[in-house]
């Protein structure tokens, strides 16, 4: 089993994934890490990414006149494919009891 930590908006979040046989990861996520930094609201796709990999939704980048709060670099050309992709696998029972094992 990996574990990461990583420390995002002021407070540390954990990750524990295990990979089975077939290629996939089951594990936790803090579901926080999904939402937008700017507005704190639920990511949706498309996602966006500036040069040094900060994330906005594509309802924030024109409000910020696509430059990035934390660094100000443009914001909004580039998606990030990878969390895209992570919203795509979301488990579809997280409003309520996920019915896979330790799934809480």
């Keep these: 089993m990996a574990s990461t930590s990583s420390f995002v908006n002021g407070s540390s979040s954990h990750i524990h994934l295990q990979r089975t046989d077939d290629r996939k990861c089951s594990g936790r996520l803090d579901l926080y890490i ?3 930094p700017v507005c704190c609201e639920p990511l949706t796709i498309p996602v ?14 024109p409000k910020l ?8 670099l443009p914001i909004g050309n580039n998606r990030c494919v990878a969390m895209e992709r992570v919203l795509e696998s979301e488990c579809t029972f997280s409003q309520s009891i996920c019915p896979a094992l330790d799934c809480d």
């Design 65 to 72: 006149s696509n430059k990035c709060p934390a660094c100000s």
């Design 34 to 36: 999904l939402d937008c």
């Design 48 to 61: 966006f990414q500036c040069d040094n990999g900060h994330l906005a939704c594509s309802s924030c980048c």
